[in-house]
């Protein structure tokens, strides 16, 4: 009973003084779109999800050498002092922490809303944004990006992707065949837990939902025929499975994906042999015309976190059919934005999209009901879907409707797509890129490397809404365009001049007399 009446008291909280604190909270320049942050509370609920961002104190150990376990050990307990620091100035009826970031100097809480007056009057609080709820972004398109034979070649030997999704089913016999830890899915973590709660995580990151498992299957899948499947993109890469999603839905807090994008630099060379350079997150929500590094500084941090260790991150564009607009996520300048193109020719289809979407031949259709229909004629390959969010800082295409992969229970599905498809298509080409430079230069690409020569080696396809001019992958192109690294401007120099002098010291040797 005692539990109980805790429970009750810190639900109920400041919910009674609502009306009181709301336009005060709303017009406090350190909330972060402030509508999205309070409309738990003005909906009526006693709490709401948040993350807070904390200021980093001058000896904060900003860049730090992320394979050095020292260096994240500094930032980690630079991180870890904040946040007690913060949390300890804060009654626990107020504030209940639901994740503490290991490497953003941040943490996620359920506040009431003195629980949230409290927090903007700390000097030590940057910001207070929402915990967003992000939603997932649900014929072989291997030959389309022109990878059936360069994966022979190199099939990703010596990478490992991380799945941030569903989790995966480590029992399907292409992804393992049983048992976790396995030779395929060798690592991961479950954030999401069993039900919406932190208490129900654990190191189990089975997927009982399917999607993560579809994904695994298109970025790394072991090689074998069933169908139209012939494997992953990248056979030879190692696979984490990383769970964000909570329970058995489709839904995940954008806590669970920073925390989950941490691990992955925690974890990046548990297994040395396949470090983690890959991370693949079909997910998002929301729409932005520019890179939205602002709307979320938690994963904006996470991010460049993760690429300042040397991962490549992927995340889906979105399946609303937005024509200057990509989500959450993918938005974010460290993330490479995944848009989605046809695989083959599929007849005429159907795709719910936006009210604002600007694809052609839209209708009505029950199943849209109130969005409006798009429907796509003949479908032919290598033209964008009418529903991929596209702009102009869209990254690249890769292929999508309709992927067969694997599914969970140990089968297979023919009808997976959107840009949840395409992204683990393009984290299978980047392994494939990073296994290949590897073994032609020494030394495996950066992350700004692997955006640049994927999206400028690839060829340009039809978008059915506006004409950016976006390219779909070609890995040929893009496993050719490798070369020995350039020798860098200073080794030129000395180059020259070493070859002067030699020249020089010829011309003595032979009698000759340089003029000056």
């Known amino acids: 009973m005692l539990i109980v009446a805790l429970c009750m008291v810190f639900l109920t909280g400041a919910g009674g003084a609502a009306s009181a604190y709301l336009p005060h909270i709303r017009n406090n320049p350190k909330v972060i779109l402030p509508d999205r942050v309070l409309r738990r509370w003005a909906a009526g609920y006693p709490t709401a999800f948040v993350i807070v961002n904390l200021k980093r104190p001058s000896d904060f150990p900003g860049r730090i050498d992320w394979d050095h376990p020292g260096d994240r050990e500094r930032r980690r307990q630079a991180v870890l002092n904040n ?25 996620a809480a359920e506040v009431t809303l003195q629980g949230l007056e409290d927090l903007l009057q700390m000097d030590d609080v940057e910001s207070v944004e929402e915990d967003r709820v992000l939603e997932l972004h649900t014929n072989q398109g291997i030959s389309l990006m022109n990878a059936s034979t360069i994966r022979n070649t190199y099939n990703g030997q010596g990478i490992a992707i991380a799945i941030v999704d569903t989790g995966i089913d480590y029992n399907h016999p292409k992804l393992g065949g049983g048992g976790f830890p396995n030779a395929k899915v060798i690592g991961g973590y479950d954030y999401g837990g069993s039900i919406d709660s932190p208490a129900y ?47 058995s839905g489709s839904s995940a807090y954008t806590s669970d994906i920073v925390s989950a994008w941490e691990w992955c630099v925690t974890h990046k060379n548990d297994n040395p042999s396949y470090p983690i350079m890959v991370i693949s997150t079909s997910l998002g929500g929301d729409g932005f015309s520019a890179a939205c590094d602002s709307y979320s500084p938690s994963m904006t941090e996470a991010a460049a976190d993760a690429v300042a260790a040397g991962i490549t991150l992927f995340a889906s564009s979105g399946n609303n059919g937005y024509c200057d607009r990509i989500s959450s996520p993918a938005c974010i300048s460290d993330i490479i934005s995944v848009g989605a193109v046809f695989d083959a020719g599929l007849g005429t289809l159907g795709f719910c999209v936006d009210p604002t979407s600007c694809a052609p031949n839209q209708g009505t ?152």
């Open 83 to 107: 946040q007690t620091r913060a949390l300890n100035r804060i009654q626990s009826d107020r504030l209940r922490p639901t994740a503490r970031f290991e490497y953003v100097n941040a943490f």
């Open 365 to 516: 259709h029950a199943s849209c009901t109130p969005n409006p229909v798009a429907w796509s004629y003949s479908t032919p390959p290598d033209r964008e879907t009418p529903y991929s969010n596209t702009a102009g800082f869209l990254d690249l295409l890769a292929p999508s409707h309709n992927a067969y992969t694997t599914a969970k229970g140990g089968g297979y599905t023919s009808t997976f797509g959107g840009t949840s498809a395409a992204c683990p298509y393009a984290a299978g080409a980047a392994a494939i890129l990073q296994s290949a430079a590897i073994a032609l230069r020494g030394a495996a690409l950066s992350p700004a490397e692997v955006r640049s020569i994927l999206a400028n080696t690839g060829d340009v396809v039809t978008d059915v809404k506006m004409s950016y001019g976006k390219r779909r992958i070609n890995l040929v192109n893009a496993v050719n365009s490798l070369t020995a690294p350039a020798v860098p401007a200073m080794d030129r120099v000395v180059f020259f001049i070493a070859i002067v002098v030699l020249l020089a010291l010829a011309c003595t040797r032979m009698g000759i007399r340089v003029k000056k």
């Open 201 to 247: 995580q654990d190191a189990d990151p089975m997927d009982v939902h399917g999607h993560g498992t579809s994904c695994a299957g298109i970025a790394a899948g072991d090689v074998g025929t069933t169908g139209d499947y012939i494997g992953g993109v990248a056979p030879g890469a190692k696979l984490y499975a990383l769970k964000v999603t909570y329970g």
